[in-house]
C-alpha cells in the first residue's frame, strides 16, 4: 500500500497517522510475504524433484524393457511363452486377491463392529487366492467376535443383577420392565446392559 493510497481511504489523516497506518500494515503483510516466498520456494523444489522422479522412472522402465527384450532375445519359443504364461499368471492372482479382498472388506463393513484401520489389517489375515476361503475366514473373524460381544454383554448384566437382586422375579427369572416409567427408574448402568442384551425394548414399553 502507498501513501497515495492511504490519503484517499483517510483524506483527514496526517503524515504521522499515515506513517502508522503504513508501518502497521507492513508489519502485518511482511511475514505473510516471507511466508509465501518461502512457500513458492519449496514448491519449486518438490516440483523439480518431482520432474527428476518422473525422468529417472522413466529410465528404469526403458532399461528393463531393454533387459527384457535382451531376455527374450536368447530364449527359445517355449520359454518365451513360459514366461508370458508366468506374467499372466501374476496377474490373474493379484486381480483375485483384489476381488476376494473387496469381499471380506463387504462382509467385515456388514457386521458393523468393525472401524476402518482393523478392517484393513483383518482383509490382510484372510485374503487369498481362493474366494471361497477368504469369504470363510470373513465370517469364522465375524463370528468370533460376535460371540465374544455377547458373552461380555451376558457377563456384564449378570454382575448388575447379582449387585441388584431387585432386579430380578420372586421365581429367580430376570424382571423386565413393562413401562417407561418403570425403565428411567433404574440406573443408568442397568438400563445400558437390558438395551444391549435387548435392542428393542424400548420400542415394547408402555406408556405410563
Do not use: W
Request: charged share 40%; glycine share 4%.
Amino acid at each position: 500500500m502507498k501513501r497515495e493510497e492511504v490519503r484517499e481511504i483517510f483524506p483527514n489523516a496526517t503524515e504521522d497517522d499515515i506513517d502508522a497506518i503504513l508501518n502497521k500494515v507492513g508489519s502485518e503483510l511482511n511475514p505473510l510475504k516471507r511466508r509465501l516466498s518461502e512457500a513458492e520456494s519449496k514448491l519449486g523444489e518438490a516440483e523439480a524433484s518431482l520432474g527428476d522422479a518422473k525422468s529417472s522412472e522413466a529410465l528404469l522402465k526403458a532399461a528393463l524393457e531393454e533387459a527384457n527384450a535382451r531376455i527374450e532375445e536368447g530364449m527359445t519359443e517355449e520359454e518365451r511363452i513360459a514366461q508370458r504364461e508366468k506374467a499372466a499368471e501374476a496377474r490373474e492372482r493379484e486381480f483375485l486377491l483384489k476381488s476376494n479382498g473387496l469381499d471380506a472388506r463387504e462382509i467385515f463393513v456388514s457386521a458393523g463392529c468393525f472401524d476402518a484401520e482393523s478392517i484393513d489389517e483383518l482383509v490382510k489375515q484372510v485374503v487369498c487366492d481362493d474366494a471361497e476361503k477368504t469369504r470363510a475366514g470373513a465370517n469364522l473373524l465375524v463370528s468370533m467376535v460376535a460371540k465374544q460381544r455377547e458373552a461380555v454383554e451376558k457377563s456384564t448384566r449378570d454382575a448388575l443383577l447379582k449387585d441388584n437382586p431387585k432386579l430380578q422375579g420372586d421365581d429367580g427369572a430376570d424382571s423386565v420392565p413393562k413401562t417407561v416409567s418403570d425403565f428411567l427408574k433404574l440406573p443408568y448402568e442397568q438400563q445400558i446392559a437390558l438395551k444391549q442384551t435387548d435392542h428393542s425394548i424400548i420400542s415394547r414399553l408402555k406408556k405410563d
